[in-house]
């Protein structure tokens, strides 16, 4: 196990990873979820050489309460894609409460049965971290791993909460979310601004005896959406219905998307939101590397442990304390 | 207007504070609220001389959603203890939304007609910023100006939304949140973990002909609250009803405090408390301080922005901008 060894052949890794080796795969991104600084810095070393045969992909996010039943219909549309046209599907989750419901999210592999059975797919379930940036820093990692390793099609599935939504639409080119026919709480998510995130709704589990509620349902969501300002994509949000156990919709759904990037692709707002991706990653790298190296300063960091102790002891106010450890800073680094 | 000149004279203004002069105290608060850097260090210097002047008020927090009636139970409160104790209270706001919605927060005087004639109350709308950070360190600022002006107890009043819910949490000594009687999402409330926070549930607007229903909801909170595990205060939260239209439940609102109070003192967890607020309140001033000096450094600085633009451009991947941002930072700030 690499987890274990001091040092990995950066070379081999990535030989075997362009191959499209999944023992190499899923070893990088266990590395990569590793909190050693040894270990990140492998990582990171690996990925830069990675990242330029990487980009080539369609990341796709999927979110949805627990019991919309996105595992079935990541199933249903991976399998879809890989028969009809032989593509190679990987499914990453971005789930910061995994450690405490202890992975529900795609951690059951038999809840996606003939995908994980397929050798064109590549599942890997959510890394057991309860911070979110920490997991959706991972998560992003992998997808240019998954995409070194020669999948064409990235589904990032989410549980419905708020932050973890935002982050994984910061890493996806289409954003979808799964309503389950007759839930009531549509107008509430549609009003928590999830509208502004979405390109398509899908409402789910439309199985025969429900598709005319369903379809009655995604008509309003239509007619709601017309009411919402323009995005900058240009793009309208969708809503159709979908029933991944009777294999019904999941044809359109995908042609939903085709045209989505056809369209976006052609605007050119397919690529500037890579970039703006990129620039929010980078900027999320910058902050993290800045607060490192204030914490790694040896002079710094004992001077701002004294100040922490002497607020805890009240002897210091919070903002003589403030005072200090700017005099602290000047004293440690010359302003020229 | 202290907003327009270049400098204040200190000395004038502590003394004013210290005399209860309302005038200079709301000069003072709308200095903190600027954001030029003279002001904020005009500012700091002039809350470093008051602090000692501080911390003898009692701080209640009080949340609710919209139309919970917040206002009016403040100024009956507000009324009650400086009719019948001769109290100075004063009126607070965290509301980070207020510059969308036009400061609905204590924006309108009028609605609190009688506190805001009375000679010893001072009622301070929510600065408009729409950063939730800004507002919530204005509003820690202003308690202590408060203070030093001789305010014997001071009301926060924030919107029931879980951040700024948190915020006043972390400034307040005691926390009461306001349900309407028949209001529906009073379980919802309490799953998402407001129970962690409070001591006081009201169910308020309790008029004569809801009197009823009011106890009966209130009974069944006393029921829930018994279910949850006992709080680090040792305090069990309370369930209440009042209505302040027909002046009922105040004094036993009060009562409820001051036995909250008594408790809490007695077993040293009051003071606790705020020391804990105050390293909280002390780490936020420190992420700001690193985060300033960075931003200050100037050749620091130019390097960043010149990093940013090559991401932008798309010269440098996030990652090779980690790297070149890495070696910057080792060339300027040698280790030693």
Redesign the interface.
């Known amino acids: 196990m690499v987890k274990r060894s001091q040092d990995i052949d950066l070379k081999i890794f990535k030989e075997e990873i362009c191959k499209g080796n999944t023992s190499f795969l899923s070893q990088a991104i266990t590395l990569g979820e590793s909190t050693l600084a040894l270990h990140r810095k492998q990582f ?1 070393d690996l ?2 050489e990675l ?1 330029p045969h990487s980009g080539s992909s369609i990341r796709i996010g999927i979110t949805g309460t627990p019991g919309a039943g996105k595992s079935t219909l990541i199933e249903s549309l991976g399998t879809y894609l890989i028969e009809k046209y032989h593509k190679k599907v990987a499914v990453l989750a971005v789930d910061p409460s995994s450690e405490l419901n202890h992975g529900s999210i795609l951690g059951d592999k038999t809840r996606m049965e003939l995908l994980s059975r397929s050798e064109d797919a590549f599942i890997r379930p959510s890394p057991s971290k309860s911070n979110l940036g920490g997991v959706t820093q991972n998560t992003r990692e992998s997808v240019y791993l998954c995409e070194a390793a020669g999948y064409d099609i990235i589904l990032i599935e989410t549980v419905g909460v708020g932050q973890s939504e935002i982050a994984v639409h910061s890493m996806v080119d289409f954003f979808m979310i799964l309503q389950i026919v007759g839930g009531g709480d549509d107008l509430q998510a549609i009003k928590r601004g999830v509208y502004e995130h979405i390109d398509l709704l899908v409402i789910h589990k439309a199985d025969e005896d429900k598709v005319n509620q369903a379809r009655s349902e995604a008509a309003n969501f239509k007619k709601m959406f017309a009411l919402f300002p323009a995005k900058q994509s240009q793009w309208n949000p969708v809503a159709m219905t979908c029933s991944s156990k009777e294999n019904t919709g999941i044809s359109e759904l995908w042609q939903t998307i085709v045209k989505y990037l056809e369209q976006t692709q052609n605007s050119g707002y397919f690529q500037k939101k890579r ?1 703006l991706q ?2 929010a ?2 900027s999320e ?2 902050q993290e ?3 490192r ?2 914490e ?4 710094l960091n004992d001077g ?1 442990l004294q100040i ?1 102790q002497e ?2 002891d ?1 002897i210091l ?7 200090r ?2 005099k602290l ?1 000047t004293s ?2 010359s ?2």
């Not at 106010?317 to 005072?323: E, G, I, M, V």
């Open positions: 990171r990925l830069t990242i970039t990129n620039i990653w980078y790298l910058q590397q800045l607060k190296f204030l790694e300063h040896p002079k701002i922490n607020v805890e009240e106010t919070p903002l003589r304390a403030s005072k450890l700017e800073l440690l680094f302003n020229t």
